[in-house]
């Protein structure tokens, strides 16, 4: 199982940028996908995740109206697109792959990318 994280970089306060998250190894079309986020000190904390097909979606209120979590099954990857992007929006974003398989849940985790917003 892979999970590739690409996209990350620096970003003015207000600017844009899309993360992709390509996977490999699993059946990826029968995943859950979701993207967290860690700052410096903080906890992992969750900001968006799509249901595996596609449909459904939930944000976290910090993100709301801003971020826009969308996937392709058939390119085996999930995107995470940010617009009007603040200071404390910084940290490591991680993607992450939740699927049941024979009764058993397995999850599995990106390396990251590192999303730094600052003047």
């Known amino acids: 199982v892979q999970l590739v994280e690409s996209g990350g970089g620096l970003v003015q306060p207000g600017g844009s940028l899309r993360l992709s998250c390509a996977a490999s190894?699993?059946?990826?079309?029968?995943?859950?996908m979701s993207w967290y986020r860690q700052a410096p000190g903080k906890e992992r904390e969750l900001v968006a995740a799509i249901r595996s097909a596609g449909g459904l979606t939930n944000y976290a209120d910090s993100v709301k109206g801003r971020f826009t979590i969308s996937r392709d099954n058939a390119k085996n990857t999930v995107w995470l697109q940010m617009n009007s992007l603040k200071p404390e929006d910084t940290g490591v974003y991680y993607c992450?792959?939740?699927?049941?398989?024979?009764?058993?849940?397995?999850?599995?985790w990106g390396q990251g990318t590192q999303v730094t917003v600052s003047s």
């Open positions: 992450k792959a939740t699927y049941s398989a024979y009764g058993v849940r397995y999850f599995h």
């Open positions: 190894g699993f059946t990826f079309s029968s995943s859950a």
